[in-house]
């Protein structure tokens, strides 16, 4: 689970701090800048899925996924904690070596059937492994046209992958954090304006 207040709490407490002093319930301002805080991490997920594929293959909507995974998960008096509930995501954001687990090789896909069906192991039609020497195998499906044997590359295997990691998982926490201070100005000035009324 990510908690992603700590990357902004540091710029933006002292002034939620006064703001809170100032309308007298500290719960209800960080119930209203923890709101603010889903909202706009749910709203740059939204985002980077409406963003295509890089390499043009079926979209799988990560980042859809990551939206539903998003929640304010603790509400005091002192704090308003919003989670990301993804190991996925952790890998996003710190990038690192993926090596296989149940296998002997990483199947990579290499087309838009692959990607779609995940892993070789899900692929929905036969596949031949093509060794080569001196470099990483093929997964392969093997058809005929007319005379030729034609062969329709799906996967490599790889003993690991390393990725590196994506600069733009999560909202700048510059943008973050005047989303969330506006949040808790507006509430303030509409206590004020009601104490005065």
Same mark, same amino acid.
């Given at each position: 689970m990510i908690d992603i207040n700590s990357e902004i709490a540091d710029a933006i407490t002292p002034e939620l701090t006064r703001i809170a002093r100032e309308v007298g319930r500290p719960r209800r301002v960080?119930?209203?800048?923890? *709101?603010?805080?889903? !909202? !706009?991490?749910?709203?740059?997920f939204t985002m980077r899925d409406a963003t295509p594929n890089a390499k043009g293959f079926p979209r799988k909507h990560f980042w859809a996924n990551m939206r539903k995974h998003t $929640?304010?998960?603790?509400?005091?008096?002192?704090?308003?904690?919003?989670? +990301?509930?993804?190991?996925?995501? #952790?890998?996003? /954001?710190? =990038? =690192?070596?993926?090596?296989?687990? *149940? $296998?002997? $090789? /990483?199947? +990579?896909?290499?087309? =838009?059937d692959a990607y779609k069906a995940g892993s070789a192991s899900l692929f929905p039609r036969p596949l031949t492994m093509v060794n080569r020497p001196g470099k990483p195998p093929l997964l392969v499906e093997t058809g005929v046209i007319g005379k030729s044997k034609k062969w329709h +590359?799906?996967?490599? /295997?790889?003993?690991?992958?390393?990725? *590196?990691?994506?600069?733009? #998982?999560?909202?700048?926490?510059?943008? +973050?954090?005047q989303a969330v201070l506006a949040r808790g100005r507006a509430l303030l000035d509409r206590v004020l304006r009601a104490r005065s009324a």
């Amino acid at each position: 689970m990510i908690d992603i207040n700590s990357e902004i709490a540091d710029a933006i407490t002292p002034e939620l701090t006064r703001i809170a002093r100032e309308v007298g319930r500290p719960r209800r301002v960080l119930a209203a800048c923890g *709101r603010e805080l889903e !909202q !706009q991490v749910k709203k740059h997920f939204t985002m980077r899925d409406a963003t295509p594929n890089a390499k043009g293959f079926p979209r799988k909507h990560f980042w859809a996924n990551m939206r539903k995974h998003t $929640a304010m998960t603790e509400l005091t008096d002192t704090r308003a904690v919003v989670s +990301i509930d993804s190991p996925e995501l #952790a890998h996003k /954001l710190e =990038g =690192g070596t993926i090596v296989p687990k *149940r $296998a002997k $090789a /990483l199947s +990579i896909p290499l087309s =838009g059937d692959a990607y779609k069906a995940g892993s070789a192991s899900l692929f929905p039609r036969p596949l031949t492994m093509v060794n080569r020497p001196g470099k990483p195998p093929l997964l392969v499906e093997t058809g005929v046209i007319g005379k030729s044997k034609k062969w329709h +590359i799906h996967y490599i /295997l790889l003993k690991s992958v390393t990725h *590196r990691p994506d600069p733009d #998982a999560l909202p700048k926490p510059e943008t +973050i954090s005047q989303a969330v201070l506006a949040r808790g100005r507006a509430l303030l000035d509409r206590v004020l304006r009601a104490r005065s009324a």
